[in-house]
């Protein structure tokens, strides 16, 4: 599923909120029993709903404080969901493209040899002028590299922040605060900062 690690750090916050053994994203038509002490709180989204249990009896943790925390998660969903309805348009599209495409070229061939004329050229440059190239894929293949590169920065800004609070014990907050002030007095990127540091870091390992 798309958004795995956000949807997993939300439901351990929820879970740490509440003070609960468990916290699961459950699909809203499948049959739950949870053990113990059991509560199912619908989202947003009618597909998903939260199964939350305690081993025994449930604690005095008030349900408002995760509203803030079920809302997060009720937008990724609905990304999600967005997310596969796009999909499917976009499958949906390539075949129409894929079956006109088809067409054209047959039709043509096919009125060819109906009039018996087998030319052979004919038929080459009619399949590459059905054939052309698909606009837009250098647009996105720019779009993908750009991509990568920002989710390159993004795990090695996380990796530098998690350093931080590990060595220094700053909160996240902090830890991104330090990196960001870093950044600005150097005159380098938030990026060029954390992979410095984790560098400094690798070569203490090495020596």
Known sequence: MPFERSL???????????????????????PWEGSGTAVLVP?????????????????????TEIGPLIEAMALIL?????VEELHQLIVEATNLEWELADSKITDRAAGML???????????????????????ISVITDRIDQLKAELADREDLAAAKKLLQSRQGLTEDE????????????????SEVAREILGAENGRRIA
């Open 8 to 30: 997993e750090t939300l439901l351990e916050l929820i879970r740490h909120t509440l003070k609960a053994d468990t916290v699961t994203l459950r699909d809203s038509e499948e």
């Open 43 to 63: 989202l947003a989204s009618p597909r998903f709903c939260l199964g939350v249990t305690w081993r025994g009896i449930r604690p005095d943790s008030p349900f």
């Open 78 to 82: 609905m990304r999600i969901e967005a």
């Open 114 to 136: 109906s009039s018996g004329e087998a030319d052979a050229q004919k038929v080459r440059q009619h399949v590459l002028r059905v054939l052309e190239p698909i606009p837009g």
């Open 175 to 190: 830890a991104y605060l330090h990196l960001q002030r870093s950044s600005r007095r150097t005159r380098r990127t938030i």
